[in-house]
């Protein structure tokens, strides 16, 4: 205990000085909102890296890899080239330009001046306040389990704990708080992953004889997996079986893409100065990206051989089924104190960096988004940084709500939830605002609902997943889902997605263009 009690005393030491650095930099709305627009691109790579890869990605991820193997490293290779490659050269230099000449501070404010439409910058905050609560419920999660499992307290005292720390300083500091502490916070987690990465290859007997360990596994896989199409911990499941359905369209790709339609990342390209800073962002948050994610699903997947030499079970039977406390468990079972002391501040690292961010764009969206433009119809009444704090108190208590409800083993599951409902909602419009100036206000506004609401009706009705959690479609039709195999393990937005991309283009086609004006100041930089 001396170890973590020395460890988070000097963490939350440097976390509070970097917060209150943030606010005293802190002078105007575009400070709050943005930082100033004056961001260093390695702040910008550790502090996108860092709330992207949050304890969802190591606690539950990392989990879900345990369970399914390394076909999970699909996703660390789409978090590459999607997150970071195709997030920062297609979209994030004409975002930050284009936000820059639409004078946009939030995700959903450019959507809506682009379009020139209140309602689809109200309706995107709508969507934002409302859902990603349950993205910031499965991070906190994650350390909440840990920490259950290291300091032996109930799962509720360390996630209200937990919560609290972390609500004082994105409150306070705006932007810039976040940004900087981001960055702190980056830093810890690449060198903790580092450690555990290489030591769980040094635990498996080196690369080669870890990797061929985890294959002989393959006759200890559960039944019912091996029923549901799984092969083995080093081979992809059974094409078309429902466990292949599952993986590659829900933990892949459900994330891989719907990663470009995340607002709280979307808004970070807003606050570089340039092109070149940007550029220079690329390469740092990509090693950021594989040095955390990359070793998180590698590590998950391993456990099996260790945990397998040293108690002859694998990690699914270690934790009695519940994946979300494999990572843990393991961390706790294989390391000696002052590792697991530091691979907790590493986890309360990168789930604040996260947490904050979703925090501060919940705000914004009650404030920016919601509060100012849709309802007050642009004239503000009381100042931005108070509702956008009244904003993160609310996003606070439903995380709070949430993490306390949520079953089990939901980490993973509701993340790809709300990446896959960002990316069918918002990609197609957000890709034709800034490359097609034939896109219309009409054409967005039906490709955003339709995206929506498709989404939302697949995942009541249909995928299994969460219409079965949820309980409506039994209710109503007697059974978890209206359809079999394969369509119960689709993911929504592999359904959403396309739908959403062909309204656009037709509505688009058949509606009245904008006005020059609102075209010509869009793309004046670009």
Not at 97 to 106: E, N, Y
Not at 111 to 137: C, D, E, H, K, T
Request: aromatic letters at 14%.
């Amino acid at each position: 205990m001396f170890y973590l009690i020395t460890f988070i005393v000097l963490y939350l030491a440097i976390t509070v000085y970097l917060s209150y650095l943030g606010y005293r930099r802190t002078t105007t709305v575009s400070d709050y909102l943005l930082a100033g627009r004056q961001v260093h691109p390695v702040t910008m790579a550790l502090s996108y890296g860092s709330t992207y890869i949050s304890t969802s990605a190591i606690i539950g991820f990392g989990g879900i890899s345990a369970l399914y193997g390394f076909s999970l490293s699909w996703l660390a290779f789409l978090n590459i080239m999607i997150g970071v490659w195709a997030a920062f050269v297609l979209f994030g230099k004409r975002t930050r330009k284009m936000g820059k000449a639409l004078d946009a501070h939030t995700f959903p404010e450019l959507l809506g001046r682009r379009y020139n439409s209140r309602f689809i910058q109200g309706f995107s905050g709508l969507v934002i306040l409302l859902f990603m609560p349950v993205y910031s419920a499965a991070i906190l999660i994650g350390i909440a389990r840990f920490i259950e499992v290291y300091v032996n307290i109930p799962f509720s005292t360390a996630l209200l704990g937990f919560l609290l720390i972390n609500a004082c300083y994105v409150i306070w500091g705006g932007l810039k708080g976040v940004l900087y502490t981001s960055a702190f916070q980056g830093i810890i987690i690449i060198a903790v992953m580092l450690a555990m990465g290489i030591s769980t290859y040094a635990f498996s007997g080196g690369i080669v004889d870890a990797h061929k360990e985890l294959t002989d596994l393959t006759l200890l896989v559960p039944s019912y997996l091996k029923e549901m199409g799984h092969r083995g911990f080093t081979s992809m499941p059974e094409t078309g079986s429902s466990l292949w359905w599952f993986v590659i369209t829900t933990m892949v790709m459900g994330v891989g893409i719907g990663v470009i339609g995340q607002p709280q990342l979307n808004v970070r390209f807003m606050t570089l100065k340039s092109d070149r800073e940007l550029n220079r962002s690329i390469p740092f948050t990509a090693l950021f990206i594989l040095l955390t994610s990359g070793i998180a699903f590698a590590v998950g997947a391993l456990t099996n051989v260790v945990f397998y030499k040293k108690y002859l079970e694998l990690s699914i039977q270690a934790v009695q089924g519940n994946i979300d406390k494999i990572i843990p468990l393991y961390i706790d079972r294989l390391y000696p104190q002052w590792f697991v002391a530091l691979f907790l501040v590493g986890l309360m690292a990168v789930a604040m960096s996260a947490n904050s961010s979703q925090f501060h764009t919940l705000g914004t969206s009650l404030s920016r988004d919601i509060f100012e433009q849709a309802m007050l119809k642009g004239k503000s009444v009381i100042e931005t940084t108070v509702v956008t704090r009244i904003g993160i108190v609310f996003g606070i208590f439903a995380t709070l709500i949430l993490g306390l409800i949520l079953p089990e083993g939901i980490i993973a599951i509701a993340t790809a939830f709300f990446f896959s409902l960002c990316g069918a909602t918002f990609i197609p419009s957000y890709l034709f605002a800034l490359y097609w100036r034939g896109g219309t206000k009409t054409g967005a506004k039906a490709s955003i609902l339709c995206g929506f609401f498709i989404s939302l009706l697949w995942m009541l009705f249909i995928h299994e997943n969460e219409s079965k959690a949820i309980g409506l479609c039994k209710l109503l039709s007697g059974s978890d889902s209206l359809l079999g195999h394969p369509w119960k393990m689709i993911d929504p937005q592999i359904i959403a997605l396309p739908v959403s991309f062909v309204v656009f283009v037709i509505v688009s086609l058949i509606t009245p263009p904008i006005e020059e004006e609102i075209k010509r100041k869009a793309f004046r930089h670009i």
